[in-house]
């Protein structure tokens, strides 16, 4: 399963990035479209007050929409609702973010691919040996991430399970600009056109 969180403040943006125009629809239909054109079996929108009221009409058999009326709580409580509105009878959970416009359907699955073949440890990709997002997290992990408090991820889960990771070099394939400002979001519409 994957878990999208989309339920940020924005509060260095200044408005609600995931809303903002890109690529002719939404920030944030990006990762939506990449986890639905994924082979994830179900994908689960965690969105805020704006997203939700927008998204909110768009759920299907294999994709749901969940409220998160509190934002201010964090990521934590983010992935903790992503992970309580399904039946917890998945392997592992994908954690994408709302805000990275390149991310692809065809790199999902090459995480995914890479994943299967050790479905109990952690999936952490890297670029030039720097970490980044999307982990995957074997069920076996579900209960920690349940546990996290706070305007955390799963950092702190990597972090104190080492023995766990696998890591995967996608540098070559994947671009994971995210988008934190206005200035991100124009350079990342500049990338686009070139």
């Not at 206005?182 to 350079?187: G, I, N, Q, S």
Request: glycine content about 8%.
């Amino acid at each position: 399963m994957g878990i999208i969180l989309a339920s940020g403040l924005s509060t260095r943006f200044g408005a609600n990035k995931l809303l903002q125009e890109f690529a002719g629809g939404r920030l944030l239909d990006r990762s939506v479209q990449a986890a639905l054109g994924s082979t994830l079996d179900d994908v689960v929108l965690v969105s805020g007050p704006a997203v939700h009221e927008i998204y909110k009409d768009n759920s299907t058999a294999r994709f749901s929409v969940v409220p998160n009326e509190t934002p201010e709580l964090g990521m934590s409580n983010s992935i903790r609702l992503g992970l309580s509105s399904v039946e917890l009878n998945y392997d592992g959970a994908m954690i994408l973010l709302g805000d990275q416009p390149f991310v692809t359907s065809h790199v999902l699955n090459h995480f995914i691919e890479r994943w299967k073949e050790d479905p109990d440890r952690i999936l952490i990709p890297t670029i030039n040996g720097r970490r980044t997002q999307p982990v995957i997290f074997p069920k076996s992990t579900f209960g920690d991430l349940m546990g996290l408090k706070g305007d955390v991820g799963g950092r702190s889960i990597v972090n104190s399970n080492p023995q766990l990771l696998t890591t995967l070099d996608v540098t070559e394939i994947y671009d994971d600009h995210d988008i934190d400002d206005e200035d991100d979001l124009a350079h990342a519409r500049r990338v686009l056109e070139s």
